[in-house]
Structure formats: C-alpha cells, structure tokens
C-alpha cells in the first residue's frame, strides 16, 4: 500500500499553505525524491502561489483531494486540524505538525500521526531544516516506520516522542521562542520611551543566543542579580518606576536567577 | 599632551585582564596601530598571561604604572572601579567600561570617560568588535574626541551618549540578555526534570535571535498568548503544576503577550 515500499518515490500532499507548508515543501523538493502531489488550502489564492512555487496541483475541495498519497500534512493552525481531518477521506498516513494537539484530533483518520519541527517559521525566509528536530508520533508501528522515513529526508534529527514529552517540549519551545520574543518586545518599548534605537540590542542578542550553543545556559549567566548586587537592582527598579509591566517581569525574572544562584 | 595628535600610534593601557580586556585589546591590536603599553591585574598570574598573549609589559603595583599612556582603560568590576581609580595617579584619558556606573566613580581623574561596549562577552573566544556599539562619554569635549577616535579604530558604531541614556540602554540590555539567558535557564530545567534534551530547542533558539534581525519583535511574536488562545494556556499552566516558579513567569509573560495584542 505504502509508495516508500515500492518505489523510492514519496508522494505527499499539503493542506495548508501558510509559513511551515511552504518550509516543508522546499526542504522535501530539495531531496529529489519526494514528490509533492497537491495542495489544499481554504485560501485559494495561497494554494495557487504554493502550487505555481512547488509545481504541483490546487485542489479546490478536499472531497478531491487524491486518496493514496503517501503522507499528508495537515500544516494548518491547531483549532482547524480536527474539522479538516474529519473532512478528509483518504487512506494514506494523516500526519499534523502541532506541538500540542493530541494525536486523537485526528480520529477519522486510519492511519496517523504527529509530525512536529521544533522551530518557528517565517513567511519572509524558508530555513536549512536538516539541524531541526523533527518530533514524530504514529499509533501503529507500521506508520511510524514511513513517517521516520519522511522525516529523515529532510531532518538529521528525529525522534519518536511521546505525547506528554512532545507536550513538554512545546512549553519550553514556548518559553525559549514566544517569551523570548516578549522580553525582545518590552526592551525595544522601554528604548523608543526613551528615544533610544532597539538596534543598539542586535548584536548583544545575537550573542545570547550564540552563547549557549557552547555553555550550558546557567554558567552563560551574567549581570546584576546572578551577582546578588542589590545596589544595581533597586538603582534599575527606580528607572523603572514609570514602567510597571516592565518592573513586574525585572522583579519576577530577577528574584528568579537570584533564586538560581543559591 | 595626547599622542593622537602627534603620531598615529596610540598608547592604551588596561587595568583589569578579564574578558573585556581580553576582547577589547584583541579588537585594538588587530588595528595595527595601537599600542598596548602594558597590563595592571589584581591577579598577577592573570595579567601575565594576558601580557604574553598580547606581547606588552605587567604592572605589579598600580603606582608604578606609566602615567602618559593616551587612555586607560578600567575593565574591571562595577565595584571595583572607584577605589582604583583613587589609587589611579596618570595624566592620560581614564576611561571605566560599565553600563551602569556613573562617569563621578572616576572622581580621582582629571582626564575621565566611559566607553562601554553594548556586548556580553565570553572567556572562551574573542567577538568581532566592528559591529559592536560603543556607548561614550566624556567630561571635556577634548577628551570624548579622543575616546571617539579610539573607539572609531574597532567599531563602527560609536555614539556619545548621556550617563541617564546609558543606564536606560543598559536596563534594556539586562532584559535582553540576562533575562533572556534566564528563560534558557528554566526551559532547561523543566525539559532536564522530563529527562528531555535541551539541546532540541537549540535551533529554535538560534531562529528566534535571527528573526528580529528581520523583523521588528512586536510582528515576530507568535505562540498561544499571541493569539489568546485560552484553551492552550489553561492546559500549559496545568502541566505546570508541578513547577511553581516557570508558572510564574509563564503567567506573567503570557499576560504580557496578551496585554501587548490589544
């Protein structure tokens, strides 16, 4: 039944079309060996910009959607996976890409799985995805066999995760990337209040996160409250007095890597 | 008086051998037109060291050190920089490198300023200092244009600055850096207590630094706060029940994202 036993040809199919779509398609497209069968998206215009970038086909309906594919990625937000996978009648590996939802969102589905890139993705840039880890699930051995197969072409690095690990790592993933990002967000407010370019940081952050790529994050840690200087703090928090969101996330964070430090 | 307007060759001299030192004097010595004269450390075995790396002369005794040197420069600890200062008795530029101490800690010098690389820096490799901004400040407009050349010879951003600015920018680089740094503290723990791997967040890390070299942060923000997805946050905080201190900061971030959406 499977294509990847019979041939080295894989077909695959996307619905959606949005930023991990359009990631995953060029990494498949760049392995010579995956051929990507159609596009589905609620948006047709998307669809078609997908299918003309990745020379495939748009299908309008997902009542046409081919059945026999080899693996199809449901690359859609986490609310629509459910209603679209009940929609879908297809025989071939339904496999979503969210780090969160349950392998049960796919019910109607025969043969399924989970198949999670750990990474954010942009609609400006596609990445080299061979360094991302690629976290898959699959609720029979048979299919976890062909999605580790899919996933090893584009990835150096898959695992087979468990529902709750794959939960876990999705709240680091969140806290790493999403809060991250809002510590990004509050310092450039705090400069613009007080007329100061946010570009000034880029080299800084881009050396934070360069630096624990050779340390482990607790020794790369530096600054006031990992040196207890209580002095500095409270000088900090009086410039702060006119940003209280700003100063809960200092005192909370703060108390924190001093907590760390004992 | 100063040697930048005799000759070219521009005596510095450093008092501290850490990592600043280490990354400024490699920066200055690859201009090829800088001389280190020599090194003053607390730690002798440190300052020997650096002297043989960086082919100059150690000072065991701060009186001893050569008072004519162009600029000196202090890169030691916040603490440390007034009671050297004091012993401190040159007629050259001496400038301390903190983002947070006022220019008055220098109080002991007719010749004084401050020139703080907005950076963090590492024992373990020497950064590219050319796009590294250089905060400076000075007490005489003969003396900042001095500091402004030298720090001219190894960054190309350099701006004059003023000490409430600097300390502003320094908060912001707090956030950015050490609370950054501590969000991959917790990530690390929480994923260590769930014998997961932080090495998997590693590239996600990496990603969400580069972004914001594309895109302002407030448009890079994504996640389950960025779109009040409630029924997302309610199950993370239930997996975190065992960790009170990340649900802490995940409820505080998270209503910070939400907070920032409206």
Same mark, same amino acid.
């Given at each position: 039944m499977f294509g990847v036993q019979k041939t080295t040809l894989l077909n695959i199919f996307f619905i959606g079309s949005g930023k991990l779509a359009h990631n995953l398609a060029m990494a498949f497209l760049q392995?010579? =060996?995956?051929?990507?069968?159609g596009v589905y998206s609620r948006t047709p215009a998307h669809a078609k910009a997908f299918a003309v970038k990745f020379k495939t086909i748009v299908f $309008?309906?997902?009542? =046409?959607?081919? /059945?026999?594919?080899d693996v199809y990625f449901l690359a859609v937000s986490d609310t629509a996976i459910q209603s679209i996978s009940d929609q879908l009648l297809v025989t071939g590996i339904v496999v979503h890409c969210s780090g *969160?939802?349950? *392998? &049960?969102?796919? &019910? /109607?589905? *025969?043969h399924k799985g989970v198949f999670w890139p750990v990474q954010t993705f942009s609609g400006a840039y596609e990445l080299e995805f061979k360094n991302i880890p690629v976290c898959i699930e699959g609720n029979e051995e048979e299919d976890l066999k062909i999605i580790e197969a899919v996933a090893h072409r584009i990835s150096k690095n898959v695992l087979r995760v468990k529902e709750k690990e794959r939960q876990q790592l999705h709240l680091a993933a969140v806290v790493v990337n999403n809060f991250t990002n809002h510590l990004f967000v509050v310092a450039a407010k705090w400069l613009q209040e007080n007329n100061l $370019?946010? =570009? *000034?940081?880029k080299p800084l952050i881009t050396e934070t996160a360069n630096k624990i790529l050779k340390v482990p994050p607790y020794l790369a840690q530096t600054g006031p409250a990992s040196r207890k200087d209580l002095v500095t703090i409270a000088k900090q928090e009086e410039l702060l007095t006119s940003n209280p969101s700003l100063l809960k996330i200092y005192r909370l964070i703060s108390s924190g890597i001093m907590d760390n430090i004992e």
């Open positions: 392995t010579g =060996d995956i051929h990507i069968a $309008n309906e997902i009542k =046409d959607i081919p /059945a026999n594919c *969160l939802m349950p *392998l &049960s969102a796919l &019910s /109607a589905q *025969l $370019n946010f =570009d *000034l940081l």
